[in-house]
């Protein structure tokens, strides 16, 4: 079992920063393919970008060149650092935890980052 707590959220202007970060608890995180998602008001969950177990990344079309995602599998912990941010990466940020070829994830409660002046 995983457990996922986010946190790094907030309230940011446009063209600012943030970094996310998320805490995993339980076993055998380093096998795990990690991800963030987000959410925003009325809008279907969608990927932000993903890392697998050895460092493989891949970003949405939205964030490419200005998130970047990274783990640290001895600390147990992911990170999401965005830059330039926009008004429309307004969202839940969500992180998740996925074996490869599992079709069951862990999910964080999230955390609100809010981009507005």
């Known amino acids: 079992q995983v457990q996922l707590v986010e946190s790094g959220g907030g309230l940011v202007q446009p063209g600012g920063s943030l970094r996310l970060s998320c805490a995993a608890s339980g076993s055998l995180f380093s096998l795990y393919v990690m991800g963030w998602y987000r959410q925003a008001p009325g809008k279907q969950r969608e990927l932000v970008a993903t890392?697998?177990?050895?460092?493989?990344?891949n970003y949405a079309d939205s964030v490419k060149g200005r998130f970047t995602i990274s783990r640290d599998n001895a600390k147990k912990m992911v990170y999401l650092q965005m830059i330039s941010l926009k008004p429309e990466d307004t969202a839940v940020y969500s992180c998740?935890?996925?074996?490869?070829?599992?079709?069951?994830?862990?999910w964080g409660q999230g955390t609100q980052v809010t981009v507005s002046s």
């Open positions: 890392i697998t177990s050895n460092s493989n990344t």
């Open positions: 998740n935890a996925k074996l490869t070829g599992s079709s069951f994830a862990y």
